[in-house]
């Protein structure tokens, strides 16, 4: 048996039972709401998952031979359209392991642009919507996901994380959990930032105010981050007398030469900016998406190009361009 049928399909002996065997397994999408439109997945604006490109890395791309990346294809092409200019999580396959519950999904972006993901909040549900599993993954190693294509991904949610054990053949079904935040010192949420880095910006942030009927973004600063990426410290400021909701944040960095070594687009999961107040966040940028060796954040330069924004109500005034470009 292949490598693709020995670990997903088990007793089943060709791919062609395995592909008439692909849409028992299908389970519904998930979708991020980086369009900022409410309920996307009742948006009749798709597109066909046939229009979209599949691409195959890392273990897909290594393991697979020619006839399995054809049914990876066939799989993909299979699906319902995706709602346009949303990201979606479509789990095709699910398998208990002796390790955990494994799910085998396609992350597929419908927008226009590149897609980098920090964290994910999964969970496992039962048919009659009993939470037994929660899990956060860190995708920042699993780079971008192009714009108007698919990458398989797979999920494993390790039975020792379960919050209950479900009996065996109980199917469960995956689903996302956008992350709940609270009014408790908003503008520190998701900033992953030590105690000292948090009063070290908070003094930074104070002395960049916000101003009536401005809205802009400012790179506060740039670190070496994790595993030879970078961390990029943004300060967004809403001078409006409306919340902004924030989808998506794209970041270029320059190295001391001139040269843009990244280029990141970031989704946001709806970040929240109330009325007249300002939020700090702290974007990771892996390696995988930096164009040069031994790039040092002390020779480097990080600058917002532009920023989406989604409001309730009468169109913003225009957003400045940000400015904070820290070496």
Known sequence: MSWLLENWFGS??????????????????SYLGVSGIDNPEQSSNRIPSKEMVLNLHGPWGDKLDEQEAELMQYIHDELPPVVRDEVGIFPFFTQVTQEGYLVLTFIRNATSRNMLFQRLPLRLVTPDGKVVARKTFHLLEFGPVGDKSSRPCEFLFPWSEFEELPDKEVPLTLEYKKPEKTAEHPEMLGGELTEEEQQQYQDKAAALPVEDDLV????????DGTNNGLKVVVLFRNGLNKRLEFTEVPIIVHDKA???????????ENLKVEAKGSRMWAFEIPATSIKKEGVKA???????????QQKKGPAAPKTSQPNGLLQ
């Open 258 to 268: 001139g040269d843009a070594v990244a280029r990141v687009h970031y989704t946001l």
């Open 12 to 29: 089943k002996e060709s791919l062609e039972q395995v592909r008439e065997d692909v849409h028992n397994h299908l389970q519904k999408e």
């Open 216 to 223: 802009d973004l400012q790179v506060l600063d740039i670190l």
């Open 298 to 308: 002390a020779d480097c330069t990080a600058f917002i190009p532009k920023a989406k």
